[in-house]
């Protein structure tokens, strides 16, 4: 796998543009933090990008799958580029509009951009290099999130908010860059086969493939569950950074969460031969609303560090090991549909989950929301847990 040239394209390409990402994020927040002060308005804000995502999902997902993947990476990379660009007029106009504009040109790429990648990698290293390329890939975006974060706050102290975004625009024409080198054989590189599929293929015929494979399709629900924790992300550390009164804990809980993600995604590695997959799914999950209780306690440092390293352990296992059970399990043909359809799931449940996030930290708090999403987790899980078991007892007698 190392000695693959895509491979290595991949993960620097990840890095450039993770690096771009996270200084647009703490840019982001920064901005917000001085323009919006209400959570829940902020949080509408967010959401209205994550619904223009959702809307060219179905699309996206065609495109992936009847043209070039590379094309498509390319063309979704380069309308990343210029939203960057609507980011810089809000910064000096003052505009939150113009930020809107940003939040939807981005996720719009996002959108395209995603499900490519993901149907890219089973087709540039083998099966069994799957989970190791998905730990891999994971561990590297994590690290650009840690250098990113840091960074980012380094860079609002010392310069002006444009100069994050000026950075931003820097990787992600890097990563258009280096997008352009990849070379790999495509599954409808044949003219008659792209012909095929480019008659025959819809979005909703991607339903009765996942309907029809059980582990894929608990998989997927069972991917929704983290997102209570995930979905209000930067609306938690805003936060905790305000009831703490320090603007520090917010690289020491983006480092915390960063630094165990890495190391759920190397010891998975070492497991995955031990454990079933489902065992894996299942016990992070539970690890992700722990985690989530102990933010009752998030006005103490140290508790809320501890509770950042067990997330960030937890979903370090836990996607890693659902990435590669999508890749391995669904058929290669309906590898853009179905990740455009992830994709578009993900979103669904970031909005909710965002919109809820900022509702509940306006009228209950920090500390009690973070206790009913904990307990929330917890009892989805079992109730999955059990519906597990009762597909598997239904297949044996069957």
Not at 147 to 173: D, N
Not at 180 to 197: H, I
Not at 245 to 250: C, G, H, N, T, V
Request: glycine share 8%.
């Amino acid at each position: 796998m190392w000695k693959n040239r895509n491979v290595w394209i991949i993960l620097t390409g990840e890095f450039i543009a993770g690096l771009g990402l996270w200084l647009g994020i703490i840019g982001n927040l920064e901005f917000m933090q001085e323009k919006i002060p209400s959570d829940f308005l902020k949080s509408l804000l967010m959401a209205a990008g994550l619904v223009a995502g959702i809307a060219v999902g179905p699309y996206a997902g065609r495109i992936t799958d009847q043209a070039s993947k590379k094309t498509v990476m390319l063309w979704s990379g380069l309308l990343r580029t210029i939203s960057v660009i609507f980011m810089l007029i809000a910064i000096a106009t003052g505009s939150v509009w113009w930020m809107l504009v940003f939040f939807v040109s981005i996720q719009i790429s996002a959108a395209f951009y995603f499900p490519a990648l993901q149907a890219t990698i089973p087709l540039i290293v083998k099966d069994r290099d799957l989970l190791q390329m998905n730990g891999v890939h994971m561990n590297v975006s994590t690290l650009s999130r840690i250098i990113g974060t840091a960074l980012g706050g380094i860079l609002l102290v010392l310069l002006p908010l444009s100069i994050l975004y000026i950075g931003s625009l820097a990787a992600y024409l890097g990563l258009l860059i280096l997008t352009w080198f990849l070379n790999f054989e495509e599954n409808n590189s044949d003219a008659s086969v792209a012909k095929v599929t480019k008659e025959k293929t819809s979005f909703k015929d991607v339903l009765p493939v996942i309907k029809g494979l059980p582990i894929v399709f608990m998989t997927l629900l069972m991917t929704l569950v983290p997102l209570l924790f995930l979905g209000g992300f930067n609306l938690l550390v805003i936060n905790i950074s305000e009831l703490q009164d320090s603007s520090a804990i917010k690289g020491w809980i983006y480092a915390a969460e960063g630094v165990s993600f890495m190391a759920g995604a190397l010891f998975i590695k070492r497991i995955s031969n031990k454990l079933t997959s489902y065992t894996i799914l299942f016990s992070s999950s539970i690890l992700v609303g722990l985690s989530q209780l102990l933010l009752f306690f998030a006005d103490v440092t140290v508790i809320t560090i501890a509770a950042f390293l067990v997330f960030g352990f937890s979903v370090g296992c836990f996607y890693p090991t659902a990435a590669t059970i999508f890749q391995t399990k669904v058929p290669k043909d309906f590898h853009g549909r179905f990740f455009s359809f992830r994709n578009m799931l993900d979103r669904i449940g970031f909005q909710i989950v965002l919109l809820l996030t900022g509702f509940f930290l306006d009228f209950i708090g920090l500390q009690l929301m973070c206790v009913l999403y904990g307990g929330l987790t917890i009892l989805i899980t079992i109730l999955f847990y059990f519906k597990n078991k009762q597909l598997h007892t239904v297949q044996q007698e069957n």
